[in-house]
C-alpha cells in the first residue's frame, strides 16, 4: 500500500479485463498525493487511413475492436475521475505525413481487421485508388492521442 511516487501505463488501459479492479489497485499503491500516467488514443486517430479504405469498399474494417471505444480520451475520463482526486487530460496535437506508397500499404495490410478479404482479390485496383489519394505532399494522418494526469 502507498509505495508509489507514480504509476505510468502507456496505451495499456484498454487491454485491461477489468479496468476497475485494475485502477483500485493502482489507487491503493500510489502514495497519497501520487501520481497515474496513462496514454490512449482518440476517436480521430489515424481517421485519414480508414477514411480511404471505406471509400474503396466500405465493408472494410482494419480492425475488429476500435481500442479507444473500450478506453480512451474521448470515455476514460469518467472511469478515471470516479477513483481520482484530479484528472487531467493533456492532447497531442500532432500529424504524420505520408509520401510514400509503401509504407502506407504495409500498414493497411498489417492490420488486424478483414482488409484483405476485400483487398486482396482488387489488390492493383486498390494499390491505384491509394496512390490517387496521395496529393503530392502525401496524406496527412491525425495522431489523435494524449495522456491523462491523475492524482489520489
Known sequence: DEIFDIVIANHVMFYAKDREKTLNEIFRILKNGGLFCCST???????????????????????????????????????????????KTLRYDDSLLVDQLKPLLDYIYSCHGNQMTYIMPRQESFEKFVLRKMTKKGISITKDAGIFICRK
Request: overall charge negative.
Open 41 to 87: 488514443y482518440g476517436k480521430n486517430h489515424m481517421k485519414e487511413i480508414e477514411n480511404i479504405v471505406k471509400e474503396f469498399d466500405n465493408r472494410i474494417a482494419l480492425s475488429d475492436v476500435k481500442l479507444y471505444d473500450i478506453f480512451g480520451l474521448d470515455n476514460g475520463y469518467s472511469e478515471l475521475s470516479s477513483i481520482f482526486k484530479t484528472v
